[in-house]
């Protein structure tokens, strides 16, 4: 059983359209990250968050941790292929980090 | 500063043949911690070191275990290999544990 639950688990998309991913659990998390993860690469890092209501912007990934500090989502505006990979939440608590089976992205040119 | 390195990248066992991964974390990075990936079960958290201790262990069996130098360096080794242990094995390390984590590019084990 997946203490984070991520959906969709697959998401096709065209070049340009906007896209939202979601994670949730029913644990509170002193922090929550997201990674990406290209084929044959280790995840990468994209962001931490440890407030809750806490919203943070890379470019045109948007990160929000719900007030309550048991969910998240990442919104990606106007999508480039380069968007492509494999999303990963992580929550943090209890001196372990939990990862969320992912969401599998893909756009299309 | 350099990345996480993991060797090998790719290595191929036969059932019953034990294996020995190795990692070099961040400098600086005390905490190395082990996951599995297979497209099963997604990343599965295997253990973590810090300081030389184990810290946290994940629900595997005994036949996988790990170990940290004073360097922070980290093996993870896996006896008596089995079908299923075919998968990515991911070292990740961090300044802090439970904090973000740097991951290197992953050691493929193919169990034959």
């Known amino acids: 059983t997946q203490l984070l639950e991520q959906s969709p688990q697959f998401l096709s998309i065209q070049e340009g359209e906007n896209l939202t991913v979601y994670c949730n659990s029913s644990s509170v998390f002193s922090s929550l990250q997201w990674y990406r993860q290209e084929p044959g690469e280790g995840p990468v890092l994209l962001v931490t968050?440890?407030?809750?209501?806490e919203v943070k912007k890379l470019k045109r990934l948007t990160f929000q941790f719900g007030d309550a500090r048991k969910d998240s989502s990442l919104h990606i505006t106007a999508a480039q292929p380069g968007d492509t990979g494999l999303y990963l939440c992580a929550g943090g608590s209890d001196y372990k980090l939990s990862f969320g089976a992912g969401t599998t992205v893909t756009v299309r040119a | 500063k350099a990345g996480v390195t993991q060797t090998p990248r790719y290595l191929i066992k036969t059932r019953g043949q034990q294996v020995t991964l190795s990692c070099s974390p961040i400098?600086?990075?005390?905490?190395v911690s082990w996951y599995q990936q297979t497209p099963g079960q997604g990343l599965q958290f295997l253990f973590e070191y810090f300081s030389e201790t184990q810290r946290n262990k994940g629900n595997f069996p005994g036949r996988f275990s790990g170990r940290q130098f004073s360097n922070s360096r980290s093996e993870m080794n896996v006896s008596t290999l089995e079908l299923g242990d075919s998968a990515l094995y991911l070292c990740?390390?961090?300044?802090?544990?439970?904090?973000?984590?740097?991951f290197g590019p992953g050691t493929r084990l193919t169990v034959t």
């Open positions: 968050v440890v407030t809750g209501g």
């Open positions: 990740a390390s961090s300044l802090l544990t439970k904090r973000e984590q740097y």
């Open positions: 400098s600086g990075h005390r905490s």
